[in-house]
T-cell receptor, first 112, second 113 residues
Framework: GNSVTQMEGPVTLSEEAFLTINCTYT??????LFWYVQYPGEGLQLLLK?????DKGSNKGFEATYRKETTSFHLEKGSVQVSDSAVYFC???????????FGAGTRLTVKP | DVKVTQSSRYLVKRTGEKVFLECVQDMDHENMFWYRQDPGLGLRLIYFSYDVKMKEKGDIPEGYSVSREKKERFSLILESASTNQTSMYLCASSLLTGANVLTFGAGSRLTVL
């Protein structure tokens, strides 16, 4: 079945450090891929998405590239801030299917 | 902005009680979802609905039921709450077509004693 595997946390970084959170997927067909972020005390919100191979999603300095050959969608940011502290979820959604599959989430803490 | 509103942020119930979690969205989305969020397990789909009075089981429907009598409202029902249903419950909605971007509510944290 369709599934997403993302790196386990927690991840702790100093401000201005480089961030990578790995995400790989298993799916039939051509899924769309997403990163959602959950700030403390809030629901999830979409961070970025990519709908086809080689697409790059970007938002708020975060980027992820849809790599079909490695079935990956790793999240990166060049310089993290304290305000980026949150839980990050990788997710996929297949064509013609209305349910979303989420990874387990990776908690990021950025220290000043 | 699309808003998904969950009526209760925190609930404490006793084993065996019937529990209703309400969710309302204001953007005319066709799809609505209930997820359960547990540490280390991420989000797991309980039920989703793509139209009024329509529902589909997700990965973990046991012990839950849902109701969608109006397009904007999707209710999750625990007929007889148990301690293993203590969790964070997230409601979400999306358009029927497109890249299936979900809009989430803030969540309802349920504790069953």
């Amino acid at each position: 079945g369709n599934s997403v595997t993302q790196m386990e946390g927690p991840v702790t970084l100093s401000e201005e450090a480089f961030l990578t959170i790995n995400c790989t997927y298993t799916a039939t067909g051509y899924p769309s891929l997403f990163w959602y972020v959950q700030y403390p005390g809030e629901g999830l919100q979409l961070l970025l998405k990519a709908t086809k191979a080689d697409d790059k999603g970007s938002n708020k300095g975060f980027e992820a590239t849809y790599r079909k050959e490695t079935t990956s969608f790793h999240l990166e940011k060049g310089s993290v801030q304290v305000s980026d502290s949150a839980v990050y979820f990788c997710a996929l959604s297949r064509d013609n299917n209305n349910d979303m599959r989420f990874g387990a989430g990776t908690r990021l803490t950025v220290k000043p | 902005d699309v808003k998904v509103t969950q009526s209760s942020r925190y609930l404490v119930k006793r084993t065996g009680e019937k529990v209703f979690l309400e969710c309302v969205q204001d953007m005319d989305h066709e799809n609505m979802f209930w997820y359960r969020q547990d540490p280390g397990l991420g989000l797991r789909l309980i039920y989703f609905s793509y139209d009024v009075k329509m529902k589909e089981k997700g990965d973990i429907p046991e012990g839950y039921s849902v109701s969608r009598e109006k397009k904007e409202r999707f209710s999750l029902i625990l007929e007889s709450a148990s301690t293993n249903q203590t969790s964070m419950y997230l409601c979400a909605s999306s358009l029927l077509t497109g890249a299936n971007v979900l809009t989430f509510g803030a969540g309802s944290r349920l504790t069953v004693l």
